[in-house]
């Protein structure tokens, strides 16, 4: 079946500030719309360790992105390279280590910012590089607008899997740490901008994951293993068959589990089993 999905990454959010803080999400769970799971990450818990491992499907270990500061071109298998090679549409809206993973680096925010290419393996990119980031300055785009331009990535390219991503709450968790005001109203506003570009995305025949890379703990920390640090809610509006609800499920799954879902061949280097059905 040619199915169509789109995996929406948060940045940095704990499995505890999901099932609290995200009431549209959580009421979709409620009306059976949508299930819900913990996800364990990859260690280290660092964020680009985890962008390479879930798409390509192998730990930090095997791909060896150690950390932030070492980001290049991967040499490996990944969801974009399988579905493109597949005839498949895929598009972007992320931070620029996406594209410095899957499509060409070193980033030149000029050729690279924004592209549409025939050969793939990401045919259509939209990015941000947070350039100047800090603790007193976010540089983080507006979630609206991100969610806005996959959605046209959707209705004007015709793409048939999109990823999105921001690193709107995890750099206010670095910021003001998860159990503050700002924490509390930041989850509840993205939750809120979210939930309509969900509802346009189902009606246009998409199945929809809802998740992040990683958590944080109590001093906004991740890197290191424990479950504020590695665990994080993964929702999922689409009808595969899925293990029991009290399953912790394997970030090294994610792209298996996407390729499956897909219909594309999972390469041999995805060792993990798929928690989706065909």
Request: hydrophobic share 35%; glycine share 8%; with cysteine.
């Amino acid at each position: 079946m040619m199915r169509k999905l789109l995996l929406i990454i948060i940045d940095g959010v704990p499995y505890r500030n999901w099932r609290r803080l995200f009431g549209n999400l959580e009421g979709w769970v409620q009306q059976g719309e949508a299930r819900v799971w913990r996800m364990r990450s990859v260690l280290p818990s660092t964020s680009a360790s985890c962008y390479a491992s879930i798409h390509t499907g192998v730990p930090p270990q095997v791909h060896g992105i150690w950390g932030n500061s070492n980001v290049r071109k991967l040499d490996l298998p990944d969801i974009f390279s399988e579905l493109a090679r597949a005839g498949r549409r895929t598009g972007a809206v992320t931070h620029s280590f996406w594209s410095e993973f899957f499509q060409r680096a070193p980033f030149d925010t000029v050729r690279d910012i924004e592209y549409d290419e025939e050969t793939g393996p990401i045919h259509h990119g939209r990015f941000h590089t947070m350039a100047g980031y800090g603790h007193d300055n976010q540089m983080t785009p507006s979630d609206h607008d991100l969610f806005a331009t996959l959605t046209r990535l959707c209705e004007v390219k015709g793409i048939d899997y999109g990823i999105y991503h921001s690193c709107t709450l995890d750099s206010m968790g670095h910021r003001y740490f998860h159990d503050c005001a700002q924490m509390d109203h930041a989850c509840y506003l993205l939750d809120e901008q979210m939930a309509p570009f969900i509802h346009r995305w189902r009606n246009a025949g998409y199945e929809v994951i809802v998740t992040a890379d990683h958590g944080q703990d109590d001093r906004g920390h991740h890197g290191g293993a424990g479950d504020l640090q590695q665990d994080f809610a993964f929702y999922y509006f689409g009808d595969s068959a899925m293990p029991a609800r009290d399953t912790v499920l394997d970030q090294l799954a994610l792209a298996p589990s996407i390729l499956t879902r897909m219909g594309v061949p999972v390469p041999a280097t995805m060792k993990a089993a798929p928690f989706f059905t065909p």
